[in-house]
């Protein structure tokens, strides 16, 4: 399939790289593909950035059949554009189109769509430290009817926004609240797909947690809110005396590229990785025994955010005021590989 380009007329000005916030301001152009039964994915389209219109009665806004990606392209030293394994998201795509019933993409022309666009908008990859320009592929349900079934017409859509370094002030440990009450997935739900009901899911917990002066929220199993899940929008992982522990992938944790390269760094630097349960009351006696020595959250955002302390009901579990050395190693390995500071042994960054 061809990439129809279509380039604006009227270019709008580059904001200033060093006064970039998240997701407010995006760049001239974005990329459309439709979808129905008799053409599959068809028309896909570059073209200039602006509102889309709707009939009232679309699917998505009413029963929510919409997934998304989030990914980030870096300016690297040698004047090209690295993507960072890529290929994973689109996979990731096609796992969360599978569980709400949207018609799979051809990943490798999904990939191309990606690069395409990030191609014509070079210009607004921003190069001060620590920036990116994050990208957002998304699908949404576009039958203008009322009825609950699955949607015979779709759309993909690719944006553009360049995006402030997340840690200006260097990278520091945020205080997390862990939810006891709210829940964000159960086994058998859609916590592994990300679509967008399992965000609006989760914003009264967060909203909770930021009342009582807590930044993220530390999601606990959905069954018997006993184990360890995720933090925010993030994987989390616990050093407990030299074992790394993560929450395995079971359905309801969301499958993290991040979270991915960051198990396979450690087992190349030999520190002891499981994939297993982790329950508040291991944690909080690894605490009291002194051997919780570091926590952390991964994603795309934020690639490593450490944790400073837990508030799990009337406990708190005091982890680190500093960000400990592993964080540390992580942030710094993951970030240069990723912009390119660094050479990329595990094969994982796309140039173009
Ligand atoms: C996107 C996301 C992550 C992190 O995934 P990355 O691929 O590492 O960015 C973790 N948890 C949730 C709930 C997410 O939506």
Redesign the pocket.
Same mark, same amino acid.
Do not use: D, P, Q, V
């Given at each position: 399939m061809n990439i129809n380009i279509q380039r604006t007329e009227k270019p709008r000005p580059k904001p200033d790289d060093s006064n970039l916030q998240f997701g407010k301001i995006f760049t001239d152009h974005m990329f459309v593909m439709d979808y129905n039964p008799e053409q599959g994915w068809h028309d896909a389209r570059i073209v200039p950035y602006g509102p889309l219109n709707y009939d009232p009665a679309t699917a998505v806004f009413h029963y929510g059949q919409a997934i998304f990606e989030?990914m980030k392209a870096y300016a690297a030293p040698d004047g090209s554009i690295q993507l960072f394994r890529p290929e994973e998201?689109m996979r990731r795509l096609n796992q969360s189109n599978d569980r709400i019933c949207i018609p799979p993409v051809d990943e490798g022309f999904a990939l191309e769509a990606v690069k395409t666009l990030v191609d014509v908008d070079r210009d607004w990859v921003p190069q001060a430290e620590g920036t990116s320009l994050y990208i957002r592929p998304f699908i949404i349900a576009t039958d203008a009817f009322l009825g609950l079934r699955v949607s015979q017409t779709y759309q993909f859509i690719i944006i553009l926004s360049p995006v402030a370094a997340y840690y200006p002030q260097g990278i520091n440990p945020v205080n997390i609240y862990v939810e006891t009450e709210y829940v964000r997935a159960v086994r058998g739900g859609t916590g592994y797909a990300?679509t967008a009901g399992?965000y609006a899911a989760s914003l009264k917990a967060q909203q909770k947690a930021a009342a009582k002066g807590y930044v993220q929220v530390l999601w606990l199993d959905g069954v018997e809110q006993k184990y360890v899940e995720?933090v925010g *929008?993030?994987?989390v992982f616990f050093q407990i005396g030299d074992e790394v522990i993560t929450p395995p992938l079971e359905g309801s944790i969301?499958p993290?590229?991040?979270?991915e390269s960051v198990m396979e760094l450690l087992r190349s630097w030999n520190v002891q990785v499981s994939e297993r349960r982790l329950s508040m009351e291991e944690l909080s006696q690894a605490y009291k025994d002194g051997q919780l020595v570091e926590a952390f959250g991964?994603?795309? *955002?934020a690639v490593i955010s450490p944790i400073g302390e837990l508030c799990w009901g009337s406990e708190i579990i005091k982890i680190s005021e500093e960000t400990g050395p592993l964080a540390k190693r992580l942030y710094s390995t993951l970030t240069g590989i990723q912009t390119g500071a660094e050479a990329d042994p595990f094969g994982w960054i796309v140039k173009l």
């Open positions: 989030g998201n990300k399992n995720e *929008a993030m994987n969301l993290g590229i991040t979270r991964t994603g795309t *955002a």
